[in-house]
């Protein structure tokens, strides 16, 4: 049965831009380095642009030359659900938001230590709150 607590489709078609109903809601992807994010090197959070859940520090953003926001690991790693994307014709590793399983993007084995990962996502997926100074003296070491 379908949680109640979830906006339906069509209110979050009203809600989201073209592009970000696309990429969350039907797995769509933004062309590369097309995103608002990519070239993106302001200090804070990146979010789901669903349902505001927290993602990505920017302190884990790094340019993989990809053309898509790339992190070497989640802000918390229960926020982000990991599913098999056996689309066009590709084995790969779907990034989804643990909360509302929108999509976001895919994660590959070959980023940067210390994880080795790189997760490719979608700017259309997200939101970005700057942090703010105090919180930035806060979290200069928070990161590992």
């Known amino acids: 049965m379908e949680d109640k607590t979830k906006e339906s489709k ?3 078609r009203r809600r989201l831009s073209p592009e970000q109903f696309k990429v969350t809601q039907q797995k769509g992807t933004e062309r590369a380095f097309t995103g608002t994010y990519n070239d993106h090197h302001e200090d ?5 642009v669903v349902c505001g859940q927290p993602l990505f ?3 884990t953003k790094y340019d993989s030359g990809s053309g ?4 070497y690991k989640a802000a918390d790693d229960s926020n ?3 599913e098999e994307d056996r689309s066009l014709g590709m084995r790969r590793t779907e990034v989804v ?3 509302c399983e929108a999509h976001l993007g895919h994660v590959f084995p070959d ?3 210390p994880t080795g990962m790189r997760f490719c996502i979608n700017s259309a997926s997200l939101d970005f709150e700057p942090r703010s100074p105090e919180d930035q003296a806060d979290s200069k070491d928070e990161v590992e």
């Open 10 to 12: 069509d209110e979050l």
């Open 44 to 48: 804070g959070m990146y979010s789901c």
């Open 57 to 59: 520090d920017s302190k």
């Open 68 to 71: 898509w926001p790339s992190f």
């Open 80 to 82: 982000v659900g990991m």
């Open 97 to 99: 938001c643990s909360s």
């Open 111 to 113: 980023g940067p230590q």
